[in-house]
């Protein structure tokens, strides 16, 4: 069974540029997460979907992040303009449903100079 | 809010010897309870779980956890640490009711010593 897969693996760009990173996840899981994790820190919540609809998203900032998952399927995760503070690592988990176990991809890695 | 606390940044031991890591938690209710591992530039995984039941929950690798509700705690035991358990390890808790979205400590990074 194909597990979480992310792309791209590593980004580095400037601030204020924008950037996005994509997420398919385990086939039949219905619910998926994003999180990032900066250096030295536990992941923190960004945005749960439940299909393609949004069950909790209280902790993604609005003004800069974007996330959609249009046909309950893959997923984007946008940060424009991104900013220093930026740089962490993207996981995307699912799972099978709200209360399933979650699986996570590898991460994107994004530096922001 | 729910919330986890790792003691320990960092734990060094020696190739065989015995592994307690700490975890702490803060819930109001009967919580949902996980360790994750994550290797260098790998996924998180999970380890054990608790959500109701027998206390001592029993997990991949030869890991184990005790859930103590008077001391708000769930542990992370392994009787004898092999090298490739050098990774970091993450606590993390969950509510009870309905929907639930793990809530990850700071981790607690493992070194082992050959």
């Known amino acids: 069974e194909a597990g979480v897969a992310q792309s791209p693996r590593y980004k580095i760009i400037e601030k204020r540029q924008s950037v996005a990173f994509w997420c398919n996840p385990i086939?039949?899981?219905?619910?998926l997460y994003w999180y990032q994790q900066i250096l030295g820190q536990g992941p923190k919540l960004l945005i749960q979907?439940?299909?393609?609809?949004?069950?909790?998203d209280s902790q993604l900032p609005k003004d800069r992040f974007s996330a959609e998952r249009l046909k309950g399927v893959d997923s984007t995760l946008k940060i424009q303009p991104a900013k220093l503070e930026d740089s962490a690592v993207y996981l995307c988990?699912?799972?099978?449903?709200?209360?399933?176990?979650?699986?996570f991809g590898e991460g994107s890695r994004l530096t922001v100079l | 809010a729910q919330s986890v606390t790792q003691p320990d940044i960092h734990i060094t031991v020696s190739e065989g010897a015995s592994l307690e890591l700490r975890c702490n938690y803060s819930?109001?209710?009967?919580?949902?309870l996980f360790w994750y591992v994550q290797s260098p530039g790998q996924g998180l995984q999970l380890l054990l779980k608790?959500?109701?039941?027998?206390?001592l929950v029993q997990g991949i690798k030869g890991f184990e956890a005790e859930f103590k509700r008077s001391q708000s705690s769930f542990n992370l035991r392994k009787p004898s640490v092999h090298w490739s358990d050098a990774a970091e390890y993450f606590c993390?808790?969950?509510?009870?009711?309905?929907?639930?979205?793990?809530?990850f400590g700071r981790g607690t990074s493992l070194i082992v010593h050959p």
């Open positions: 988990a699912s799972s099978l449903d709200l209360v399933g176990e979650l699986f």
């Open positions: 086939s039949g899981h219905a619910t």
């Open positions: 979907f439940q299909n393609n609809g949004v069950v909790d």
């Open positions: 819930y109001g209710a009967t919580p949902y």
């Open positions: 608790y959500f109701s039941g027998d206390t």
């Open positions: 993390a808790v969950g509510s009870s009711g309905g929907s639930y979205i793990p809530t």
